[in-house]
């Protein structure tokens, strides 16, 4: 041992270190971290939980934590009632503690207060990231994809046999009026919380290996209200749920948000009475169709006997009258045929009578009118002959009268009347002076008497 | 005039002499001739006509009281 | 003068002459001898038209009192 | 008149005698002949209607009767 | 008649018949002949009329009988 | 009737004889023979019909009975 | 081929048969065997609803038998 060594007893060093510590972290500090283990010890109300901060899965560190119980009951009824969940390993939280350092137990935190709307948000992250992925590996659609059968007369249920929701479902079939043929296999598996991810995971795979034995699977959950229902967002459990050859009903009976399992499911129902009302519904829809068939028939065969009896009564209807009017009508052209004849015989007659008598009137009328002509005719060459006669004679007349005229002025009687005389030479009848000399001897012829005459002169 | 004059050859011979009295070709002398010839035959139609008119008519009466008695 | 003298002729002698009068010289004896001869033509054919209008009228007043008769 | 005259060969004689008539192609000699022949067409002609209307009318009585004896 | 005239062939040769007495295509000398041959057609349609009418009322009587049958 | 024609030919041949009557492509000549052959055709369907009826009826009452006894 | 595959195709044919005679789609002298696969598909159908699987698959075979029967 060497002298100059100074040693301390380990209370000197845990009491130095306490009060650094409460000296240095004399306050409180919002953290966050996960809960790696929350060693809650019911009969004290105490609960130490272990937090960590994980890197890829790695723990970086690692701390342990005191919540007193008159703490605890408080933070965690705040917290389930915020986030449907109670505080529980792997949760990631938000809280407020105190630093401290205890010479026996070492250094803890002291959470005083925890935010539970933080873990809400890391749960939606959570949820959003596994829907993100199953639709990155088109799983989101699968299961709806499938084809249920026309009657789903085979159920297996995922469930547990002590359950209220089960027991409604069975209640459901069981007292329903008609007794449908269907059937239904239990595979048990834990419903909420961390261990229901692995078991009903384990069921769905059970089930798909025989699905042929099987029509739908119905994942079933009641009673337990709204707590521990984030295992059905685990990609896992989605996963499996979305790749089942059969299509998968839920009813997992709860009043917060769709949960990714019931929204990838092939029909989510929520409660398990609904998915027994549903299933039955199948049953009653095929019943109805068959019932619709069924009346539809009675109905329709005898309508069909009783039409095709009113189409042969109508046909003879149509043939009966059509014979008796064709009858009738014939009858009616035959008396019109006749009435045709008689009116049209009698206008002919009548119709030559007519014309016999115009031209008996024209022969009749002709004639008349013929010999007025021929006596004008006669009247007028009368006439004619008339006046052309006496106009005949009248030139004559005329002709005579100056012939006559003529005659007279050439006698010289005329001329002598009025002292003129006539004077002859050697019994010429003289004109001139020239044809005589004196000494001849002249006749001078006047209107009485006769006187001769010696020229003496000339 | 005997029958054999037909009323169409009258006619004929009538319109001749209107023609030849109108054109001056008779003579004073021939004219009374003529006339007497032309008064002659005028005559002979007036007769022709009118016993021709007689005839017609004794017809048309006779066809008239037939259709008024058929009539009736 | 004989009826045998035609008026016709008459008239024709009676135009020659007047014209042998006006156109020619005639010595007076036969101007006078010409001139009776005319004045007896003249006479001849006043004579015949005389006649011929009496006989036609006589002619015409007969046809026309026949027509007349029928007519009225 | 022979039955060897029908009545529609009549009225076509008939029909020719007045066109000639009216269009004056008759002298008034042949006049009285062509109406004699229009008059004995017509009297013809009147009696075959007659009698084809007796007949016509005892046809269609006859018709008739029967048919009145078929309705009642 | 003999059966040899079908009642469809005597409607139409009386429809032509009532044309031709119509358009006067046939002389008063063919029109007794017409109508008696008229006569004889519409009295053979007559007769089928009467003897289909018959046979026809027989056939809806029975059937009509036996309907009522039927239905009661 | 042999079995050998169908009900729905019986119809058609129905069927047809009423377009031909109501189109009056039937002469009356024909008439009764096509309502004899439908007056048969009538009898053949009715015939027909009534012994579907008794057999649509026997089959309709079985389903009936069957279903009340599940129903029940 | 599962069972409710045969469901589907037995109330489908139900249903077709249902709709033809609704439609009268079928002559009537098929009604009566039309009716007849119904009402065995009814049947048939209803045994599938109630009864235990063994049941079902028995009837099922049947039907199976049935339809190939009458489908050669």
Known sequence: MKEDRRVFSLIEITQSLRSVIERKYNSTYWIKAEIAKLNFYPRSGHCYPEIVEKVNNK???????????????????????????????????????????????????????????????????????????????????????????LLPSRIAIISVETSKGYNDFLKILN????????????FPAILQGEKAVETVTAQLREINKQSDNFDAIAIIRGGGGDIGLNCYDSYQMAKEVATSPLPVITGIGHSTNETVVEMIAWENKITPTDVAYFIIQKFEDFYSRLEKCKKSLIFNSEKYVNNEKNTIKHLWGIISA???????????????????????????????????????????????KQIYGRQSELILYNKLINSLTKKQIKIEKDKVNILKNRTEQLNPEKVLERGYSITLCNNKRITSTDSVKPGDTIKTILHKGKMTSIIKTK | MTKSIKYSQAIEELENIVNDIENENISLDDLTEKLKRASFLIKTCKKALFNTEKEVNSILNEMNEESNEEDT
């Open chain 1, 322 to 368: 059509h014979t008796s009017n064709k009858i009738q009508y014939q009858q009616y052209h035959i008396t019109n045929i006749y009435k045709n004849i008689k009116n049209k015989s009698l206008e002919l007659i009548k119709h030559q009578k007519t014309s016999l008598s115009n031209i008996a009137e024209k022969i009749l009328q002709s004639p008349v």
């Open chain 1, 59 to 149: 723990v970086q560190a690692q701390i342990r934590c005191t919540i007193w119980g008159s703490n605890y009951q408080k933070i965690n009824e705040e917290f389930l009632k915020t986030v449907g969940e109670p505080l529980k390993e792997g949760t990631n939280i938000l809280f407020r503690a105190s630093i401290s350092f205890h010479p026996v137990y070492g250094l803890s935190l002291n959470i005083v207060e925890v935010e539970p709307s933080f873990t809400l948000g890391e749960m939606a992250r959570e949820k959003q990231k596994t829907i993100n992925k199953l639709q990155e590996e088109n799983l989101y659609e699968k299961n709806k994809k499938n084809v249920i059968a």
């Open chain 1, 175 to 186: 007292n329903y009026p008609r007794k449908f043929s269907i059937k239904h296999n239990l």
